[in-house]
Nanobody
Framework: QVRLVESGGASVQAGGSVRLSCAAS????????VAWFRQGPGNEREAVAT????????YYAESVKGRFVISRDDAKNTVDLQMNSLKSDDTAMYYC???????????????????????WGQGTQVTVSS
């Protein structure tokens, strides 16, 4: 049975940092695309960052570029999201996802940025106060 468990959610002030972690069991995160999504109040779930199995290409939503970093620890079978310079707009439930489909674009394969991943965690809340 595949299980993804997120941790690290917190309430912080604007400008602060939070590191989220997602631990997998019953599944090897390095075998396929992994991603972090978020869903704020009244918003659709959106991809924040994705990573290919070989780490050759990562995707970041425009709103988080330069502030968030996705990383994977294969020894621990975890995928983390380091979030810096947090803004109130970053307030959301954050979800870890694994085994997303491929998308072919501009001569290369990318991890899907849609909410069509097979495995999901239960989410962890990040609240940023201004």
């Amino acid at each position: 049975q595949v299980r993804l468990v997120e941790s690290g959610g917190a309430s912080v002030q604007a400008g602060g940092s939070v590191r989220l972690s997602c631990a997998a069991s019953g599944y090897t995160l390095s075998s396929h695309c992994v991603a972090w999504f978020r869903q704020g109040p009244g918003n659709e779930r959106e991809a924040v960052a994705t990573m290919k199995p070989d780490r050759a290409r990562t995707y970041y939503a425009e709103s988080v570029k330069g502030r968030f970093v996705i990383s994977r620890d294969d020894a621990k079978n975890t995928v983390d999201l380091q979030m810096n310079s947090l803004k109130s707009d970053d307030t959301a439930m954050y979800y870890c996802a694994a085994q997303g489909p491929w998308r072919y674009r501009d001569g290369d394969f990318y991890c899907s940025e849609g909410a069509d991943y097979k495995y999901w965690g239960q989410g962890t809340q990040v609240t940023v106060s201004s």
